[in-house]
């Protein structure tokens, strides 16, 4: 009963937002005028009402009002649902011959403002309605220790889950199988599916994102098969990323050249040396390439180091973990800020241009560690390297070089689109909090 309550108040909040949105569009609609566009007819809410309800319909269906989602699994269920109603309405419009009756440039400006505007209006009527314990799910952990720990520190944080980790009396239970022992995890299953309504089940491989793949169903033998594939290393998907991301650079060109401009006269100002810093990186199938930078040293960088290194050697095995040091004598004061901001990485657009580069990939990495790369060269090289990636938004500097391998991984074997756009709009807000930047 108190599920069916929270879903009943959470569709009429989206149907207010929805009515909200119709009528914000008309008056957008309404103060369009030029020679070109159409007199716009205005539309009643009664006869646009049919929308509103498709929209509610198909997120429900995308179970958005059922399951509680991160923020960005939801937001991405929520774009899917306004482009296929965008596309069945125009259907119904075109079948029913009602749509020299309705405004396609409305229609479009409603859909597109709706894909924009709804994650962001979901994310704070969720943070007021979450401010009520009861719109919150009690959830029951079981597993290992460690593994138990992990995850109720991610439900702790990550408070757009709207799920509260207790000991006894619960809504759900979440079983992590890791370290688990089968017999074990067997008697979990079966005792909580007398018991509760929701089980989730965490599973033992965790470097998977089982969240693209597909399950087969064997009924004969009450078996099912998981289909993992891996999708960067589908040609059609290689193809598509590349287009967006070569389509994406050349949009920001235009923003990129007076950049650049300014960039180059700092560094001018601030030390003697070239503009451009250049190293060869080990590329796509390991083919070495002149990555670009913006110069952040002085000249004299390796000299300025060896001194430092002499008065400071546990700077030396810091290095060795992290392939960074602490405090680095060779960076100059325009260098601190291009680095701190991350800037120094944006020459890189000219390595995407040249198809050297990606815009998302893994990082691009000296010659000299391809040693250190190991069991993981095989897979990271085999895609293009980029100028941010998921190590970068996931604690960068902060990371040891092992476990920045590990997210490159992980990244190449679950690629989506969707992930890439996501890493893309997290990177510009590292950028601007300077979230693990050194």
Same mark, same amino acid.
């Given at each position: 009963m108190k599920k069916r309550i929270q879903t009943l108040i959470t569709i009429i909040v989206d149907i207010f937002f929805l009515i909200g949105l119709f009528y914000l569009t008309s008056y957008l609609r309404g103060s369009l005028s030029a020679e070109d566009i159409p007199a716009f007819s205005e539309i009643r809410l009664k006869h646009f009402s049919f929308v509103i309800v498709i929209i509610v319909f198909l997120l429900y269906l995308e179970k958005v009002y059922t399951l509680k989602y991160d923020f960005w699994q939801e937001s991405y269920k929520v774009i899917k649902?306004?482009?296929?109603?965008?596309?069945?309405?125009?259907?119904?419009l075109a079948l029913s011959k009602a749509n020299l009756e309705y405004s396609r440039l409305f229609l479009t400006l409603y859909f597109f403002l709706?894909?924009?505007?709804?994650?962001?209006?979901?994310?704070?009527?969720?943070?007021?309605?979450?401010?009520?314990?009861?719109?919150? /799910? =009690?959830? #029951?952990?079981?597993?290992?220790?460690? %593994?138990?720990?992990?995850?109720?520190? &991610?439900?702790?944080?990550?408070?757009?889950?709207?799920?509260?980790?207790?000991?006894?009396?619960?809504?759900?239970?979440?079983?992590? /199988? =890791?370290? #688990?022992?089968?017999?074990?995890?067997? %008697?979990?299953?079966?005792?909580?599916? &007398?018991?509760?309504?929701?089980?989730?089940?965490?599973?033992?491989?965790?470097?998977?994102?089982?969240?693209?793949?597909?399950?087969?169903?064997?009924s004969n033998i009450r078996y099912n098969t998981i289909l993992v594939e891996?999708?960067?290393?589908?040609?059609?998907n290689i193809w598509i990323k590349s287009f967006f991301e070569y389509l994406l650079t050349l949009l920001i060109l235009p923003l990129f050249l007076p950049i650049h401009l300014l960039i180059s006269f700092l560094i001018k100002l601030d030390s003697k040396g070239s503009i451009f810093f250049k190293?060869?990186?080990?590329?796509?199938?390991?083919?070495?390439?002149?990555?670009?930078?913006?110069?952040?040293?002085?000249?004299?960088?390796?000299?300025?180091?060896?001194?430092?290194?002499?008065?400071?050697p546990d700077e030396v095995s810091y290095y060795e973990e992290y392939h960074k040091y602490k405090n680095d004598p060779r960076i100059t004061k325009i260098g601190k800020f291009l680095r701190a901001t991350s800037l120094d990485e944006l020459a890189q657009v000219i390595n995407v241009l040249k198809g050297e580069m990606s815009l998302i990939g893994p990082r691009p990495y000296m010659l000299s560690e391809s040693v250190k790369l190991g069991e993981h060269q095989k897979f990271i090289l085999k895609v293009k390297p980029g100028i941010t990636g998921l190590w970068q938004v996931s604690g960068r500097n902060n990371l040891t070089f092992k476990e920045r391998n590990e997210l490159e991984v992980w990244y190449i074997k679950n690629w989506s689109l969707w992930s890439d756009f996501v890493i893309l709009i997290k990177t510009i807000k590292v950028v601007f909090l300077k979230v693990g930047a050194k």
């Open positions: 649902v306004f482009f296929i109603a965008y596309l069945l309405v125009l259907t119904i709706g894909a924009l505007l709804m994650p962001v209006f979901k994310r704070y009527s969720k943070k007021l309605l979450y401010l009520v314990d009861s719109f919150k /799910s =009690k959830v #029951l952990l079981i597993g290992v220790e460690s %593994e138990v720990e992990r995850f109720k520190k &991610e439900l702790v944080d990550n408070w757009y889950l709207g799920m509260t980790p207790v000991e006894s009396e619960c809504d759900s239970v979440i079983i992590i /199988s =890791k370290s #688990l022992e089968p017999e074990r995890l067997n %008697e979990h299953i079966s005792q909580h599916l &007398e018991e509760s309504r929701e089980l989730f089940i965490v599973p033992y491989i965790t470097d998977i994102n089982f969240a693209h793949s597909s399950i087969i169903e064997y891996n999708r960067l290393l589908l040609k059609h190293q060869e990186r080990m590329g796509k199938d390991a083919k070495a390439f002149n990555c670009y930078k913006y110069r952040t040293m002085y000249e004299n960088s390796d000299a300025l180091l060896a001194e430092y290194l002499k008065k400071n």
